[in-house]
Nanobody, 120 residues
Framework: VQLQASGGGLVQSGGSLRLSCAAS????????MGWYRQAPGKQRELVAA???????NYEDSVKGRFTISRDNAKRTVYLQMNNLRPEDTAVHYC???????????????WGQGTLVTVSS
């Protein structure tokens, strides 16, 4: 069972990137899914997430610029990032609550991280 993130890269200020994170393996159900980021010297912080059902939560600085979406059939969560700023530079990690069997509790899994670099 793993989360595979992709889509990071180098972009100029004002540009856009789309991150993807796909869950694979023997998974019974997927709950909350989201994206976190960690800039050099800073703590990991929530960027955007689906909490329960279709309820979304965004970090204040990305509201109006980033959009989180998910495709349950593909077990994938996306992060569309528009109007990127240099301060968005960070390693971005996907996160998901995965239940591997009906009677087992859900557990939190992390993807490997994908680097987003925004140049000024």
């Amino acid at each position: 069972v793993q989360l595979q993130a992709s889509g990071g890269g180098l972009v100029q200020s004002g540009g856009s990137l789309r991150l993807s994170c796909a869950a694979s393996g023997s998974i019974f159900s997927i709950g909350a899914m989201g994206w976190y980021r960690q800039a050099p010297g800073k703590q990991r912080e929530l960027v955007a997430a689906f909490t329960t059902g279709d309820t979304t939560n965004y970090e204040d600085s990305v509201k109006g610029r980033f959009t989180i979406s998910r495709d349950n059939a593909k077990r994938t969560v996306y992060l569309q990032m528009n109007n990127l700023r240099p301060e968005d530079t960070a390693v971005h990690y996907c996160n998901a609550d995965l239940r591997l069997a009906p009677l087992r509790p859900a557990r939190q899994y992390w993807g490997q991280g994908t680097l987003v670099t925004v140049s000024s």
